[in-house]
């Protein structure tokens, strides 16, 4: 496979890009990667080869994951048919019997896609993927009105993955050096006398042109995901833990002085205590003292942070993610209003959250019962999941 990825994509800036499109993130992961990703999978391809601009090196290294079926990149030409005749000499070393040329920023490129551009190349020198054309064609006049209407009987958008036999297109494009460029690799083929089938394409399967296609891209990428988390969990936790000699509590991450300490096993954090509780509920696994018994001397004085540590990092084996912690803390003193904010960004570092998904609370008992007595404190906190529907 030959990715071609060597344009500047001016069109698809965003406020805040720096870089050409197929670098520029959607959902967290650059376009060129979630691009490779689709054939780098596929078990009927040996090998995949980008082409990049000779500036982009180190973008290219950031960008993309080493695998054992990547081949180094390919410094590109100035214009697309440039870059692939540079990326076909590249691959003529591996003599390929077959080679599938696709576009860098088409990263909804499907399995199924690509399995039929391969089949076609069973009975034909090339094949692309392709859509028929539904909308009718309007041709424009000089002065901005519609000159004609053009039949769209017969009609295809072009798409990528096209795929030809090596030697074929490789002697196609050596042809076409110096004549007017081509739109597309099937263009230098026909030219070339080449019989090229069309063979279903996909309507997801679009390039990623403008910075509103990067923008439609990211909100399809975390759209699909979130349906993928469609498991919802809802867990609940509760600790309490009573005063001590001291001049300090920790609460929810925080060091507050006081008059007092709290008594543990650990260093007491009621606030992260319950949050890890109320993970371990969501995901029906135990509680705190199952995960991290008192009677084990490795957690004498321990930091809570490494217990809710612990909690998120199961959920994230599960495949899940946190969607909101919640924690009230309920005392009489020490006021917890002026550190809340600390406390919040505590836990948020903890778990890898956004700040505003995560609530810290704090009420009193109108001093009734052992915290409206001032001998200790409690806390109690919920926790929404997403899990994979079959986790």
Known sequence: VLVVAAGRGTRAARPGDTAPKQYCPVDGRPVLARTLDAFLSHPRIASVRVVIHADDAGLYRESVAPHPRLAPPVTGGATRQDSVRRGLAALAAEEPDLVLVHDGVRPFVDAATIDRVIAALDSHDGAIAALALTDTLKRAGTDGT????VPRAGMYAAQTPQGFRFEALRDAHDRAAGLPEFTDDAAVAEAAGMGVALVAGSAANIKLTTAD???AADRR???????????????????????APGDHVVLCGVRIPHSAGLAGHSDADVGLHALTDAILGGLADGDIGRHFPPSDMRWKGADSARFLAHAVDLVHARGGRIGHLDVTL????PKIGPHAAAMRARIAGICGLAEDRVSVKATTTEKLGFTGRREGIAAQ??????????G
């Open 146 to 149: 519609i000159a004609d209407t």
């Open 213 to 215: 296609d990067l923008d």
């Open 221 to 243: 990428l975390r759209m699909d995901h979130f349906l993928a988390l469609a498991d919802i969990r809802v867990g609940t936790g509760f600790d309490v833990h009573a005063f």
């Open 330 to 333: 309920i005392c009489e003193a």
């Open 381 to 390: 906190a919920s926790a929404t999941l997403r899990l994979p529907i079959d």
